[in-house]
């Protein structure tokens, strides 16, 4: 049974850095999912796509939100199982829960997430 586990989130300044992390276990070919990613959600807000990124070794191509766009960094190595979220220069809007997602075509997989919180 196939499980995303994250890390990596906390409390940091306004322009500050951090890097989440994700790791599927139970899923003996990463290779099968068609995209991996990043969602975020604020209470009360629907969840939002952050970044994601397609199939292949080191991922293929990578969609991002506008919002951040130039600041975040999403990368993928399906050999061993992870997607990692770079998130730069960060700013209290980029507050919210991180929510890693991995979609094989039929079936979408969430992990438990991961509070980020940026103050001011």
């Known amino acids: 049974h196939v499980q995303l586990v994250e890390s990596g989130g906390g409390l940091v300044q306004a322009g500050g850095s951090l890097r989440l992390s994700c790791i599927v276990s139970g899923s003996s070919d990463s290779f099968s999912f068609k995209s991996m990613g990043w969602f975020r959600q604020v209470l009360g807000k629907e969840r939002e796509l952050v970044a994601r990124?397609?199939?292949?070794?080191?991922?293929?191509?990578?969609d991002y939100a506008d919002s951040v766009k130039g600041r975040f960094t999403i990368s993928r190595d399906s050999a061993k199982n992870t997607v990692n979220l770079q998130m730069n220069n960060l700013k209290p809007e980029d507050t919210a829960v991180y929510y890693c997602h991995a979609f094989n075509g039929f079936i979408n997989y969430w992990g438990q997430g991961s509070q980020v919180t940026v103050s001011s």
């Open positions: 990124i397609g199939s292949g070794v080191s991922g293929g191509s990578a």
